[in-house]
């Protein structure tokens, strides 16, 4: 099948709805589909995205989104992302009456009242709702988010979990010949890895009253405040170490050789970061919400509660293997077979009938634009000459 990705979030930002796509798309060229992906990246103009400045935003993009769509004549496409591009290919898939699919990675309208208080979440779910309804299926990552989302107006919502990679993060990580990356902490050795900003409540595990030792792994827009208010501290119970964005097999490294992976997001849908851990051994404590209570209950690779230290501590005294053992369910393969079964793809007469119509229009459009370039040139060229 040839598929059409478009999406705002790409490399190079690293993060967990990066790593899903680009870990999808592998495994499905793997299994003979063609995949284009548009992102900021590929030629459009960008700017920094208010208040976040590493997260780039294309402007004016909807005549390339457009070329390249008609261009490519896709089987189906999926708009992974509620930016700039996932409006133009909305628009387009709408105008061309092309069926499309869409994913919720992100709790958006927690995330815009965190940055953005003044704005109403109410707003903001208006918003994404009207953005996503328009497609044949929302891909979200747990039956939690089904319904919460349903609850929120959301249609036709189905569930696309994710996946670890299990050959990169591994239990044999652990002190690997005798060597401990927190050697010089205290133990225990609390972390958290991922986005350094607002929305991922960082500041509360920063501010919990542990044993040990805390490590925060990751890279953004709150790391020097955080770091000013709570690096070597006095007033905190223990020092808090930042380490900077840890990659490959440096970050596995970091997460086995810890002793407890601790999520205090409320506004993840999932917690990618979540398995990763558990796939090392290293056990998970994080709130009763979408992601930790869809992963965690049950498994003994973690403990869930409003009292975050309370989860925190009860992580200790777990058995590293229960850990390992739970993240083995999880499967970048099954997440790529999933992800193309809840595609919305058309029957081939229906879909080549409709490119061959969009090309003919494209090229109508863009006439008048190269009768004018061709004019400009020669212009240019009669002025150079002075003929």
């Known amino acids: 099948m040839k598929i059409l990705l478009v999406t705002d979030a790409w490399k190079p930002q690293m993060n967990g709805v990066v790593r899903t796509l680009s870990k999808t798309v592998e495994e499905c060229e793997k299994a003979g589909h063609i995949v284009e992906i548009i992102a900021p990246g590929d030629g459009f103009t960008t700017i920094p995205l208010p208040t976040y400045p590493d997260i780039k935003i294309s402007l004016f993009p909807k005549r390339e989104v457009e070329r390249r769509l008609v261009m490519f004549a896709p089987d189906a496409v999926h708009i992974a ?8 290919a909305r628009a387009l898939c709408l105008k061309w009456g092309m069926p499309f699919t869409t994913s919720y990675h992100t709790k958006f309208p927690e995330y815009v009242h965190a940055r953005f208080p003044f704005i109403p979440i109410f707003i903001a779910y208006k918003f994404v709702r009207s953005f996503h309804n328009s497609c044949g299926r929302i ?3 747990t039956p939690s988010m089904v319904k ?38 205290p133990r225990p050795v609390f972390i958290n890895v991922g986005r350094v900003a607002v929305e991922k409540n960082i500041e509360t595990f920063l501010a919990l009253d542990l044993p040990g030792s805390k490590v925060v792994i990751g890279d953004g827009p709150s790391l020097t405040a955080l770091q000013k208010k709570y690096a070597g501290q006095k007033k905190y119970a223990n020092k808090a170490k930042f380490v900077g964005a840890k990659f490959g097999a440096e970050l596995a490294r970091h997460y086995a050789d810890a002793d407890v992976f601790v999520f205090p997001s409320k506004t993840d849908t999932f917690g990618l970061v979540i398995i990763e851990a558990m796939a090392t051994g290293t056990p998970v404590a994080g709130y009763p919400v979408s992601g ?20 925190a501590l009860a992580c200790l005294e777990l058995d590293r293997s229960a850990a390992v053992k739970h993240a083995a369910n999880y499967s970048w393969e099954k997440v790529a077979a999933d992800f193309v079964s809840l595609l919305k793809p058309e029957t081939e007469p229906k879909r080549r009938l409709r490119w061959r119509r969009a090309r003919r229009a494209l ?19 009669l002025i150079k000459t002075g003929k």
């Open 292 to 311: 930790p209570i869809d992963i965690i209950p049950g498994s003994n690779a973690g403990v869930v509660d409003e009292d975050l230290q309370m989860a």
């Open 139 to 141: 891909m979200v990552t």
């Open 148 to 185: 919460f989302l349903t609850n929120k107006g959301f249609e036709n919502l189905a569930v696309w979990t994710r996946g670890v990679d299990l050959s990169q993060f591994k239990p044999e990580l652990r002190l690997e010949d005798g060597v401990d990356i927190y050697a010089d902490m």
């Open 363 to 381: 090229k109508l459009a863009a006439a008048p634009w190269r009768i004018f370039k061709k004019l400009a040139r020669r212009i240019g060229r």
């Open 81 to 88: 992302t509620e930016g700039p591009l996932g409006w133009a």
